[in-house]
């Protein structure tokens, strides 16, 4: 069983920055796929990054290409979400999920385990 906790977010102005983290406990995240997501209200789930442990490849979703980097720290067995240059419609709770099938990063309902969210607001 793997627990993920969020941390992070907050209220920023367009064009600042934000960094995530996703700590996991209960196991370490070695040959785990993990990911972020993200849902602003009244809008569907949608993917932002995601990250294979063991090979280092990441993913992003091409709204935030450029301007979000998905890193980790094997030590602290923890990922992260820098988040550059905000924008108003980057506003949603962000999630952090991971699995350990590595395939089909960018599919939300294929992830085992998820954090219970961080509230991300950019104001503009």
């Known amino acids: 069983q793997v627990q993920l906790v969020e941390s992070g977010g907050g209220l920023v102005q367009a064009g600042g920055s934000l960094r995530l983290s996703c700590a996991a406990s209960g196991r370490t995240f070695n040959n785990y796929a993990v990911g972020w997501f993200r849902q602003a209200p009244g809008k569907e789930r949608e993917f932002v990054a995601a990250l294979s442990w063991s090979s280092g490849n990441t993913y992003y979703a091409d709204s935030v290409k450029g301007r979000f980097t998905i890193s980790r720290d094997n030590v602290k067995n923890t990922v992260y979400l820098q988040m550059n240059s905000l924008k108003p419609e980057d506003t949603a709770v962000y999630y952090c999920?991971?699995?350990?099938?590595?395939?089909?990063?960018?599919?939300?309902?294929?992830?085992?385990?998820w954090g219970q969210g961080t509230q991300v607001t950019v104001s503009s």
């Open positions: 999920a991971a699995k350990r099938v590595v395939i089909n990063l960018r599919m939300g309902s294929t992830y085992n385990y």
